[in-house]
């Protein structure tokens, strides 16, 4: 049995899925094309509301850390295929959804969606609301790079409905910055975040990332000191995933300037310490926000869900995803469009579509899905009420998963009773862990299977 936090740390880093889907990814297969996709599409679902994203893969430059699908250039004519073919792929979904289905949430990412000129911000948004209806009151949101940002693309973003924008911020550290290539200074950030109070965005989210090359405990406090001083209403703290066999840009960064584990540990520790003492709540795996942020409201009711943006409200919603490599979600299907920008663009041309692989779920997939969400979202799974939900006797369903979680209750990650299981306050960060107790395919995979970041 582990006994101190560093010791659990060390047993439990192994590779997992961070389960923005289940199944991950690596199970989607191409067997699953435009056909099953348009078929997906056309399934009658009223009461589902819609959640567009749009993909924008271009960057002036490129972080080292970086994880996204995207292409570092400034050749900006190359924006101009793109957004038509955004254009193309949007107009053939909409014709295949019902068109009383209304848009609750729209968020672009990327890449860098600010890439685009404040014209072309107006143009893709003015697309978006030609092919789909969307709320009045919907949440409307952006990634945006600080760096090389203007206030006209800000005031472009808020004249096209946005309200809601989040900064990549990562670390203001100038070694750790210099480590991944991407500089960017204090009176940036303030600028950026200065402006977009001024515009009235009513929600501002930060970026940082830890794990980063040359990140020490002490200086990461002094980014969150600032952090803490320039008060966001949300903070997404994520790890970083060092997977240079996927990525190969991030053999860039020196291994050796990697954080050891028990500076990791550090890091989250601080983390949590001060944007707790800030004031924040820590929502599931990697977000924080203040106790009156609908997504707290949400964690409280049982109704937070997680998907790729990460938590969300909006767990009724099925996500129309466009632009190369995006993924899309419905009740029972996954698509992923093809990543390659070149043929993302020649196969719209050609058919509307351009989807890569997909997969539809059996049963067995909801029901493990949903158990995977109510833990890394509500930190507990009541047999009675899952089991009610989904008509199964769950502790028979999930004997295997329940002897998985075993060691992890032996351990103090999580507490069995006879009616639930609950994550303790150490084992929340092991919460990829306490998911993969619940998950088949890693049980099914033994020796094929993928590889994954580590979890801790
Ligand atoms: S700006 Fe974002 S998407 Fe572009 S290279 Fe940096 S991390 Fe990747």
Redesign the pocket.
């Known amino acids: 049995m582990a006994s101190t936090t560093l010791e659990l740390l060390q047993k439990y880093s192994v590779p997992g899925p961070r389960y923005t889907s289940y199944p991950t990814a690596p199970y989607f297969h191409t067997g699953f094309g435009a056909a099953e996709w348009t078929e997906a599409l056309a399934v009658p679902a009223a009461d589902r509301g819609l959640s567009l994203y749009a993909h924008i893969p271009f ?1 002036d430059s ?2 080292y ?2 994880g ?1 699908n ?1 292409v ?1 250039t400034r050749d900006y004519s190359k924006t101009e295929p793109y957004l038509a073919a955004l254009d193309q792929e949007m107009a053939r979904t909409a014709a295949r959804v019902d068109p009383t289905r209304v848009v609750r949430q729209l968020h672009w990412g ?3 969606p600010t890439y685009l000129n404040p014209d072309d911000i107006r143009r893709l948004m003015d697309m978006m609301r030609r092919h789909f209806t969307l709320a009045p009151d919907a949440e409307i949101s952006c990634e945006v ?1 600080p760096r090389e940002l203007t206030y006209e693309h800000l005031a472009a973003l808020r004249e096209s409905g946005f309200n809601r924008v989040s900064f ?1 911020v990562q670390d203001m550290d100038p070694d750790v910055q210099q480590a991944v290539n ?1 500089i960017q200074s204090e009176f940036l950030i303030r600028q950026v975040l200065d402006w977009s109070r001024e515009l009235g965005f009513s929600s501002i989210n930060l970026d940082l990332i830890v794990g980063l090359p040359k990140q020490t405990v002490d200086s990461f406090r002094r980014t969150l000191e600032r952090v803490s001083v320039w008060a966001p209403d949300r903070l997404a703290v994520f790890a970083y995933a060092h997977v240079p066999w996927m990525k190969k840009h991030q053999k860039l960064i020196n291994e050796a300037d990697l954080p050891d584990s028990a500076t990791r540990l550090g890091l989250q520790q601080a983390v949590n310490e001060m944007l707790g003492a800030a004031g924040y709540v820590n929502i599931g795996l990697d977000h924080f926000a203040r106790p009156d942020d609908e997504l707290v409201r949400a964690q409280q009711n049982k109704t937070l869900w997680r998907n790729f943006q990460g938590y969300t409200t909006h767990k009724d919603c099925d996500i129309l995803a466009f632009g190369a490599s995006s993924i899309s979600q419905t009740a029972d299907v996954y698509m992923q469009n093809e990543k390659s920008l070149k043929r993302y663009q020649e196969r719209v041309a050609a058919t509307g579509f351009a989807v890569e692989r997909g997969l539809k779920l059996t049963r067995d997939d909801q029901i493990r899905r949903d158990a995977i969400t109510r833990v890394m979202c509500d930190l507990e799974l009541d047999f009675t009420a899952f089991g009610a939900e989904w008509d199964i006797a769950f502790t028979d369903y999930f004997a295997d998963a329940l002897a998985d979680l075993r060691p992890l209750a032996e351990d103090g990650l999580v507490e069995t009773a006879a009616d639930r299981v609950s994550v303790t306050p150490s084992g929340r960060l092991f919460l990829r862990n306490i998911g993969m107790c619940f998950d088949r395919y890693l049980r099914d995979a033994a020796s094929d299977q993928p590889r994954y970041s580590r979890t801790a």
């Open positions: 960057c490129l972080c850390y970086c996204c995207m570092a990327g890449g860098t790079d990549g991407r």
